[in-house]
């Protein structure tokens, strides 16, 4: 990989272009120019290329109802199908889908044949318990071969499925149970982590008794540690019982590509997190699609995504990408620090991974660790199976990029930095490794195809070099489809009036004078990202709040932070004990009671105030809110 240092353009060795799939910045303009010339021509040859159509579809993109875009409408496929059957048919049944590493350091491979099997085993279960097709079904499980076989097997019997992260709190289940109205939920008796038994029965116990979960007619468990549970009897059963002996093959039902795959949360800017609802066939397509392009995947590749399969990542690039297209990919219980900080270059080294892809808070907070203990250190370990790196969920900074660069990929690995969200599906904006001249810090240029520009508050085109809102201007087979059970809040939320009909990402972008790549500036509304995870400022508050005890008013805003990127910084009046002075009993509101966030964004900062303050109502708090910062 050679340096020009002033500009630090980092190109592709003579050896990754050679040998990418994408191969050499033509071929990515000739996709470009592809799509420009033909744009539902290009997405239908690369469905037909990379899917397996039941029956094949003749629409590729309905802009009828705009902003509720069809793709591939009048086609079936099943998903699951897609990432099993169909390798196993290419003669790929004995190669290792899954090689799960547990917490404890414990290794289980699990081969296409043996992970269809296991995925036909759930599914048959799931139809005995009466689960059919439509049906929402919610998985609360952390990192295992059951977790993705759950998600496969849900996506075989056409149940929509819904996948809660671990870590999330009974009231956070509870309310994705009732918007989802799940008629099952799957689960472990606990989770383990960094070496600790951590509990997810007893968290569906609890959600279950919080009110409005009467959909739910079964709880499926699945032992993990073997530790005391509550059962509640016709309700809950354990896993084993149900699935292990259920016959190994299961007639895929084959949906429409509008069909919904999968629901999954994420936080907004206002009220309650959103059910994003993603598609079956335009979405297996970009996870596809992606997977090929931006990580390259080769037959002899061992893929490793560190994201848990609570998140979009973990979606697309654990439970959908890689398997479309028979890839051997690692699935990890634990957490990087434990036993110690070296456990992802460890791993790495034992079963010589060839493309790791993680967040940049994972990179920045192991770069302390090394710092500080040298036997974390990258270069402890033997890391020369790698030959591609990924970050994804929020910006890199440069600095983490160089030393992820240099320390992880020995100088000689491409980085793709990928801007994508949960709505998108996939990728949006990324190098291709093999093509894409990279600039640290810059998610470079659009995904081919993918319409992604910078605009005004008016949809205008910005020119390069000033910043502006970043949107996309044609819909693309990945992209939500609604808010589950609120079109109207999807319409407000990603296709405001004044946009000309664009979809609006919620981020802030710059393009560049000279190379026009793109460099992401950050969330433009209310939502922070702390460690690449998504949290809206009025959710946090109204959780703050919720303590009606103790907390009579709350504002939160986001603050710079060297390891998480953002940092949740709460301003919080008290009921108790009594504030003193007159003064503190009101946090930076305006006369009209609205929040000035901007402003208490600047004081967390510890920037000077620029802002107008003359609607505020108490303006004497901002002296002391400065002096208690
Ligand atoms: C938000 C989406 C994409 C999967 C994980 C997060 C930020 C994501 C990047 C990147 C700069 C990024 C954006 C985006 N983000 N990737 N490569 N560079 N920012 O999914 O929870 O839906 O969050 O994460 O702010 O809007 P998500």
């Known amino acids: 990989m050679s340096e020009n240092q002033d500009q630090k353009l980092y190109l592709p060795s003579d050896a990754a272009v050679k040998a990418a799939r994408i191969s050499g910045m033509a071929a990515y303009d000739r996709l470009v120019a592809e799509a420009a010339q033909d744009y539902t021509g290009y997405w239908a040859r690369l469905a037909r290329e990379l899917i397996s159509w039941k029956k094949p579809f003749t629409q590729v993109l309905d802009e009828s109802q705009a902003p509720f875009f069809k793709w591939f409408a009048d086609g079936t496929l099943n998903a699951s199908y897609n990432c099993l059957d169909r390798n196993i048919e290419r003669g790929l049944g004995d190669k290792t889908a899954l090689i799960f590493e547990a917490d404890d350091g414990a290794v289980t491979r699990t081969s296409y044949s043996q992970l269809l099997a296991r995925t036909c085993q759930i599914a048959n279960g799931l139809k005995a318990l009466g689960v059919r ?80 979960c009467d959909s739910v007619k079964n709880v499926l468990v699945v032992k993990r540690t073997g530790n005391d549970v509550a059962m509640s009897a016709g309700r809950d059963r354990w896993m084993s019982e149900v699935v292990d002996t259920q016959p190994t093959t299961c007639e895929p039902e084959w949906v429409e590509a509008e069909h919904p795959l999968f629901l999954l949360y994420t936080s907004g800017s206002t009220g309650k997190p959103k059910g994003v609802q993603h598609s079956t066939g335009g979405y297996l397509l970009h996870a596809a699609l992606t997977t090929s392009w931006t990580f390259d995947l080769q037959a002899s590749d061992v893929f490793w995504c560190t994201a848990d399969i609570g998140w979009v990542t973990g979606h697309t690039y654990i439970a959908y990408g890689p398997l479309a297209l028979g890839g051997t990919e690692i699935v990890f219980e634990g957490v990087p620090t434990y036993p110690d900080a070296g456990r992802f270059w460890k791993m790495i080294q034992d079963h010589k991974v060839t493309i790791f892809y993680t967040a940049p808070t994972a990179i920045r907070s192991l770069i302390k660790a090394a710092e500080t203990n040298e036997a974390v250190h990258p270069r402890k370990y033997d890391l020369s199976s790698l030959r591609l790196l990924g970050s994804v969920g929020e910006p890199i900074n440069p600095a983490a990029w160089e030393w992820y660069h240099a320390n992880v990929g020995g100088g000689r690995c491409p980085i793709v930095d990928t801007f994508w969200q949960t709505e998108t599906g996939g990728h949006m904006i990324t190098p291709l490794p093999g093509a894409t001249p990279m600039v640290p810090g810059s998610c470079t240029l659009p995904f081919p195809g993918i319409q992604a520009a910078i605009v005004d508050e008016t949809g205008a085109d910005v020119p390069n070099g000033s910043g502006g809102i970043l949107v996309v201007k044609k819909p693309w087979p990945s992209m939500i489809r609604t808010i589950w059970g609120d079109g109207e809040r999807f319409k407000k939320s990603y296709f405001p009036p004044e946009l000309k009909g664009y979809y609006l990402a919620g981020d802030g972008a710059i393009r560049d004078a000279k190379t026009t790549y793109f460099t992401i500036t950050g969330r433009i509304d209310d939502v922070l990202n702390v460690s690449g995870h998504r949290m ?81 109502e108490n303006p004497a708090i901002l002296d002391q809110l400065a002096q208690t910062n």
Request: glycine share 10%.
């Open 133 to 212: 097709k439509g049906d929402r079904v919610i998985i609360y499980i952390s990192m295992s071969v059951d977790g993705v076989a759950a998600m496969q097997a849900c996506a075989r019997i056409g149940a929509t499925h819904s996948v809660v992260f671990g870590g999330f709190s009974a009231q956070s289940l509870r309310d994705r149970i009732e918007d989802t109205g799940a008629v099952a939920v799957i689960t472990a008796d606990q989770q383990v982590r960094g070496g600790k038994n951590l509990p997810l029965k007893a968290i569906v116990d609890e959600a279950l008794t919080l009110g409005g």
């Open 536 to 616: 809206g400022t009025m959710e946090i508050e109204s959780a703050l709040v919720s303590c009606t005890e103790l907390v009579a008013e709350a504002a939160v805003v986001g603050r710079p932070d060297d390891t998480t990127g953002e940092a949740i910084c709460a301003f919080v009046v008290l009921k108790r004990p009594r504030p003193t002075g007159e003064e503190a009993k009101k946090i930076a509101k305006t006369r009209s009671g609205k929040i000035m966030r901007r402003l208490l964004r600047s004081i967390a900062k510890g920037e000077p105030i620029t802002q107008d303050t003359s609607t505020l």
